[in-house]
């Protein structure tokens, strides 16, 4: 059973950054896409942005977000030490939220939760005004 352990969250300022981390405990990322996910209280959870598995032809992993976190976010990965990061930057107070990591299967449904095969915990996130 894999098992996902996000790392990073923590109570910020309008405007700070934060840095998640979302450890693997075994080597997924060639067969599973990566995604991040949040939930405000009362709310569904909602997609924050993935990173994709390799495509043939194509440097590097591509990259999707959300409009809502387009241009502050970024996703990024380490494959030596199987983890995946949230850079999040300018951050909001409507970014308040616990924040997931996932694991979904191939490149597509990265948008759907419930394709999701493996979770974290989720982290804590709490942007003040």
């Known amino acids: 059973q894999v098992q996902l352990v996000e790392s990073g969250g923590g109570l910020v300022q309008a405007g700070d950054s934060l840095r998640l981390s979302c450890a693997a405990s075994?080597?997924?990322?060639?067969?599973?896409?990566m995604g991040w996910f949040r939930q405000a209280p009362g709310k569904e959870r909602e997609f924050v942005a993935a990173i994709l598995i390799s495509w043939i032809g194509i440097k590097g992993y591509p990259t999707t977000y959300a409009d809502s976190v387009k241009g502050r976010f970024t996703i990024s990965r380490d494959n030596a030490k199987n983890t995946v990061y949230l850079q999040m930057n300018s951050l909001k107070p409507e970014d308040t939220a616990v924040y997931y990591c996932?694991?979904?299967?191939?490149?597509?449904?990265?948008?759907?939760?419930?394709?999701?095969?493996?979770w974290g915990q989720g982290t804590q996130v709490t942007v003040s005004s």
């Open positions: 996932g694991a979904v299967p191939g490149s597509t449904n990265y948008q759907s939760p419930e394709k999701y095969t493996y």
């Open positions: 075994e080597r997924i990322f060639s067969a599973y896409t």
